[in-house]
């Protein structure tokens, strides 16, 4: 299994810096013989800076012409409730990771970020809403994640250049988790979506076909899909059959939940994969399934209805933990009531006949992807039993 650091936004800030620092380093000064990249003024530049008032994190660009700092002025407020992972460098562009916490009060706080280089300065104002706060559902102009919650179903959030999202819904009269997914904004599809699913939560409908912008994501980060791909099927992620219900199937239809798919794929053995992950769900009292497309090295694209270039991937997988109260399901008894099995498939037709071949443990299927799938379980278990849990192939799924 893989061992990774999962404390919500600590550990997304902390991934975030690193890599800001390790992919931005400042460039060396011209005149030292380093080539360095010659900056023409100075700037300083969020994707957006009006946040609700939950906890999150993003990139803040520092544009310099000589050496830099950076002060934070929280006003009359005393707590520093925000905070960059740099606060002075050298002349050049610099991505830092800039991180907030949850806003508790009902009104909105803001902060003043001061940029000086010499003579010059550059402020901007980042404002996060209270809870008094009306947030609108229309698209946010800039990429603004979620903060991570601590779900079963959610794999680590440790990638810098990805975004993580999730969507609720009304369902039975409440509020419950719909799904959620982990953006990569330049290929325009989430490199996995996760969800619980039982009989319940799939609920009963029909298919809406809604194609649509999912409001979370600016239109230029996701796929325009109300007409198809070229050569390829919208490929839900999430499928449409796995959250019937008015309002919630609709959700679905998001660009941020489809992938270009071959339609010998989508619709014979990943279809039938689909079917049966929605069977074995009725024997659980939750199953907690991880979808994902794999776009490691991918040179293919296929053009959304806007004409921007969406990466095919080479090929998909799913992640299935499932929970039984009593352990009553095949190995759940010896293993804390859980049990786990996962599948890859190239981008390539397959026989149904095949499913079940290509299913591997968990621990396998992390070693291929580098992911780590279900990171929150190894506290609910122990570590022998998560041990177990992922690294065994239970016999009942066959």
């Given at each position: 299994?893989?061992?990774?650091?999962?404390?919500?936004?600590?550990?997304?800030?902390?991934?975030?810096?690193?890599?800001?620092?390790?992919?931005?380093?400042?460039?060396?000064?011209?005149?030292?013989?380093?080539?360095?990249?010659?900056?023409?003024?100075?700037?300083?530049?969020?994707?957006?800076?009006?946040?609700?008032?939950?906890?999150?994190?993003?990139?803040?660009?520092?544009?310099?012409?000589?050496?830099?700092?950076?002060?934070?002025?929280?006003?009359?407020?005393?707590?520093?409730?925000?905070?960059?992972?740099?606060?002075?460098?050298?002349?050049?562009?610099?991505?830092?990771?800039?991180?907030?916490?949850?806003?508790?009060?009902?009104?909105?706080?803001?902060?003043?970020?001061?940029?000086?280089?010499?003579?010059?300065?550059?402020?901007?104002?980042?404002?996060?809403?209270?809870?008094?706060?009306?947030?609108?559902?229309?698209?946010?102009?800039?990429?603004?994640?979620?903060?991570?919650?601590?779900?079963?179903?959610?794999?680590?959030?440790?990638?810098?250049?990805?975004?993580?999202?999730?969507?609720?819904?009304?369902?039975?009269?409440?509020?419950?988790?719909?799904?959620?997914?982990y953006l990569d904004p330049q290929a325009?599809?989430?490199?996995?979506?996760?969800?619980?699913?039982?009989?319940?939560?799939?609920?009963?409908?029909?298919?809406?076909?809604?194609?649509?912008?999912?409001?979370?994501?600016?239109?230029?980060?996701?796929?325009?899909?109300?007409?198809?791909?070229?050569?390829?099927?919208?490929?839900?992620?999430?499928?449409?059959?796995?959250?019937?219900?008015?309002?919630?199937?609709?959700?679905?239809?998001?660009?941020t939940n489809m992938t270009p798919q071959l339609g010998s794929?989508?619709?014979?053995?990943?279809?039938?994969?689909?079917?049966?992950?929605?069977?074995?769900?009725?024997?659980?009292?939750?199953?907690?399934?991880?979808?994902?497309?794999?776009?490691?090295?991918?040179?293919?694209?296929?053009?959304?209805?806007?004409?921007?270039?969406?990466?095919?991937?080479?090929?998909?997988?799913?992640?299935?933990?499932?929970?039984?109260?009593?352990?009553?399901?095949?190995?759940?008894?010896?293993?804390?009531?859980?049990?786990?099995?996962?599948?890859?498939?190239?981008?390539?037709?397959?026989?149904?006949?095949?499913?079940?071949?290509?299913?591997?443990?968990?621990?396998?299927?992390?070693?291929?992807?580098?992911?780590?799938?279900?990171?929150?379980?190894?506290?609910?278990?122990?570590?022998?039993?998560?041990?177990?849990?992922?690294?065994?192939?239970?016999?009942?799924?066959?």
């Open positions: 299994m893989l061992r990774r650091f999962t404390s919500a936004i600590i550990a997304a800030a902390a991934a975030l810096a690193v890599a800001a620092v390790a992919l931005s380093c400042e460039p060396q000064n011209p005149e030292e013989g380093g080539g360095g990249i010659v900056v023409a003024e100075n700037s300083l530049s969020v994707n957006n800076n009006n946040v609700s008032y939950s906890e999150g994190s993003q990139y803040l660009l520092v544009t310099a012409v000589d050496e830099w700092t950076l002060t934070l002025d929280f006003g009359e407020v005393e707590e520093a409730w925000l905070n960059v992972s740099a606060e002075a460098g050298r002349a050049g562009s610099r991505k830092l990771v800039m991180a907030w916490s949850k806003n508790e009060g009902d009104d909105s706080r803001t902060c003043r970020l001061t940029l000086t280089v010499g003579a010059d300065v550059k402020t901007l104002d980042f404002v996060q809403g209270g809870h008094s706060s009306v947030n609108p559902v229309t698209p946010v102009e800039g990429l603004n994640p979620d903060p991570v919650p601590h779900w079963l179903e959610l794999p680590a959030t440790d990638d810098p250049d990805l975004y993580f999202f999730t969507h609720d819904m009304q369902h039975g009269g409440k509020t419950k988790r719909n799904y959620s997914f325009l599809v989430a490199v996995w979506v996760a969800y619980p699913l039982n009989d319940n939560l799939a609920g009963s409908g029909s298919r809406t076909n809604a194609w649509g912008l999912d409001p979370k994501v600016p239109k230029e980060y996701q796929a325009v899909l109300y007409k198809g791909f070229s050569g390829y099927d919208r490929g839900h992620q999430l499928p449409s059959a796995d959250r019937y219900g008015s309002g919630i199937n609709e959700t679905t239809f998001y660009g794929l989508n619709q014979n053995a990943w279809a039938a994969l689909e079917g049966k992950v929605r069977t074995w769900a009725s024997s659980f009292d939750t199953l907690y399934v991880v979808t994902g497309c794999d776009i490691r090295g991918y040179t293919r694209t296929a053009l959304d209805n806007d004409g921007k270039p969406v990466a095919v991937p080479v090929g998909y997988f799913k992640a299935l933990l499932g929970f039984k109260k009593g352990g009553t399901v095949g190995n759940t008894a010896k293993q804390g009531g859980y049990t786990a099995i996962g599948f890859y498939f190239n981008h390539e037709y397959y026989n149904t006949s095949e499913i079940m071949g290509q299913s591997t443990t968990i621990d396998e299927l992390e070693a291929m992807m580098g992911i780590d799938f279900f990171p929150n379980l190894e506290a609910m278990v122990g570590s022998e039993l998560y041990t177990k849990i992922e690294s065994t192939e239970d016999s009942w799924w066959k």
